[in-house]
DNA sequence: TAGATTGTTAATCGATTAACAATC
DNA sequence: TAGATTGTTAATCGATTAACAATC
């Protein structure tokens, strides 16, 4: 599907586009020139006609985009419409602030399930998403395609979690442990969530001069 | 205290440089070169050299770096050990998840407080930090310098809740909502920690090829 | 001393910006 | 048609890598 290399800086900024289309289209705005969307957001037009143009031709000349329209490009090629299946490994604190707070089907995935170690919360549901024993993991996927997981399980757990995960045949693992996680199998993704890095690069800028 | 003009990308590496350098303290390692170094992150022994340059000579021809000192000068550059005071500006399952699994003090943060609406958190205390009703704000920062607030409460109120904090000298904004916050004062800096753009990079990932 | 490794300068590479012909 | 704005090519800028004299 993809014409030519796509840098990561070009991948990072691509759901930057895709959230900033949506607000415009639930604003109600059907068209928007590369300079009106990159003046919204801090950029080029520039830089945002040459970051599309790494995957078709979106737009008009004398017009500009459709918002809705690109809005759709843009989710296809981020896989929005793909219909992923997810589930969550470690239904703590953390695991838990995800399901109640996080829109997982905006995003395109569909959350099946959670998944815990010996806790009260199995056997319920949360937010209408039932919590399993950690033990049902290999039954329940035998029986749902699992495309990804959210890693939110004790640090302790994490690698022998994933080696499941990934012996399942799980495509992408949303790694919210601060575990460094080597997956043998090239095919699978591995997104980290590093909160720490983060709070110390706040550090330094309040450090600053 | 800056030499020079130091690119986003030399301050997202210093964090990662800081982790592995703690790791092999830890492990007892007294010595690294830049390659060793490089190596075990998956960069080169010449940037992080270049790197490093920024900010001064910390290594010795022949030798190679000393661990611990060269650990020591990172944090100083990201002000690790400047004593910074945190809150956290809602307790809920987020902003408890923090309390509980992210180690603040080895960041270099104190967690002085958390700060809630109308729950029965209120009063208690979660891992040893008190947890305040959030009109107590003013009062306690009027006793207590706050230099970095978590923001954690729910959408509706992040705007305003980060309003007072600029108001009452807050250096540093963890923003965990997914709201955006457009700050006057420009020595305030705000770091944002983005689920969702996080899951759609992923996304896109999984669906390459 | 000989070997190792730094800090820095120069070369390369890649990403961003500018410019513009094409055309809606 | 005239004005606007694209997609793309060329120019610029910045970041990464390579090379090496300095020196521990």
Same mark, same amino acid.
């Given at each position: ?10 991948? !990072? ?85 995800? =399901? ?56 302790? %757990?994490?690698?022998? #979690?994933?080696? !499941?995960? %990934? ?19 090239? #095919? %699978? ?16 800028? =309040?450090?600053?001069?």
């Amino acid at each position: 599907m993809k014409k030519q290399h796509v840098s990561h800086a070009v991948i !990072r900024r691509l759901p930057r586009y895709y959230r900033r289309l949506t607000n415009m289209r639930d604003a109600g705005i059907e068209r928007v020139s590369s300079t009106k969307l990159a003046e919204s957001l801090g950029l080029t037009a520039s830089q945002i006609r040459q970051d599309l143009s790494c995957f078709g031709e979106f737009g008009q000349q004398g017009y500009g985009y459709n918002v809705e329209a690109l809005r759709a490009e843009i989710a296809t090629i981020l896989g929005v419409d793909r219909g992923y299946n997810a589930i969550i490994m470690g239904a703590g604190r953390l695991g838990q602030a995800l =399901m109640y707070n996080f829109n997982f089907a905006a995003h395109g995935f569909n959350l099946l399930a959670a998944f815990e170690g010996d806790t009260e919360m199995v056997g319920t549901e949360i937010t209408g998403i039932p919590v399993y024993h950690h033990s049902k993991l290999e039954e329940f996927a035998a029986e749902h395609p699992i495309h990804m997981a959210v890693l939110t399980v004790p640090q302790p %757990v994490a690698v022998e #979690t994933a080696d !499941r995960l %990934v012996a399942l045949g799980v495509k992408g693992i949303w790694n919210f442990t601060h575990v460094k996680l080597v997956i043998n199998d090239p #095919t %699978v993704q591995v997104e980290k969530i590093h909160f720490g890095d983060s709070l110390l690069a706040l550090s330094y800028m =309040m450090s600053e001069e």
